[in-house]
């Protein structure tokens, strides 16, 4: 399974909603990232797990939090977002290093928009 | 912080010709460089990567140069068809086992007209 998948694919919330995006892959990754995606600009990174501990955080508002339950999933949990916050939430995942692998594998993502 | 710069931001090639997109990086300790192909609506996809010490790696149609000291890559594709038609996005990285901080750059709308 080459395959990160991810839930809900839409999601329209207020700003006073409380919601989360799950991502999850079965590949045996042991880093896992959430990038934010606004239209015709590229992926920005937000977070970075390595391990399940959370490694990168690219000064991302505290109305984003995200969880590492376990090695195969990923949380992304939403609380009084913006409408600037509307965008497409990616995940990706990668591998430790090994004959210089290094590919990451990105979900389809969650196309959220906020009201 | 890296910074990765790209060019052209569009490029419309006619069926069968070449298309050339080239980055530029600023962090000279980044040492991986992959391409991402995006097509509207879809997950980005690794197309083609390139470590600091390989100067060029092909893949069929596809080809990616380095110049390491001018701290700029390309993206070559060859024999260009419809369905290389998507966006492309360079990125640069410091590779940190498994805990890649990937840095893309602003992306290439690539048209290929039949």
């Known amino acids: 399974d080459t395959e990160v998948t991810q839930t809900p694919k839409h999601l329209v919330m207020g700003m006073t909603n409380k919601k989360s995006l799950k991502c999850e892959q079965h590949m045996g990754h042991r880093a896992m990232y959430w990038y934010k995606q606004k239209a015709k600009k590229p992926p920005e990174l937000m977070f970075v797990y390595s391990y399940e501990k959370l490694s990168i955080n690219e000064s991302v508002p505290s109305r984003f939090s995200p969880e590492c339950p376990n090695s195969s999933l990923l949380n992304l949990h939403l609380h009084a977002l913006q409408p600037e916050d509307s965008a497409l939430y990616l995940c990706a995942s990668s591998q430790v290093p090994r004959n210089w692998s290094y590919e990451q594998y990105f979900g389809p993502g969650t196309r959220l928009t906020v009201t | 912080g890296e910074n990765v710069e790209q060019h052209p931001s569009t490029l419309s090639v006619q069926e069968g010709d070449s298309a050339v997109i080239k980055c530029t990086y600023s962090?000279?300790?980044?040492?991986?460089f992959p391409w991402y192909k995006q097509e509207l609506g879809k997950r980005p996809q690794l197309i083609i990567d390139i470590r600091s010490n390989v100067g060029e790696k092909k893949d069929q149609r596809i080809a990616v140069t380095l110049n390491k000291t001018a701290k700029h890559f390309s993206l070559h594709i060859t024999e260009t068809q419809p369905e290389d038609s998507a966006v492309y996005f360079c990125a640069a990285s410091k590779v940190n086992f498994g805990n890649e901080k990937l840095t893309f750059g602003t992306g290439t709308r690539l048209t290929i007209i039949p």
């Open positions: 962090d000279s300790a980044s040492n991986y």
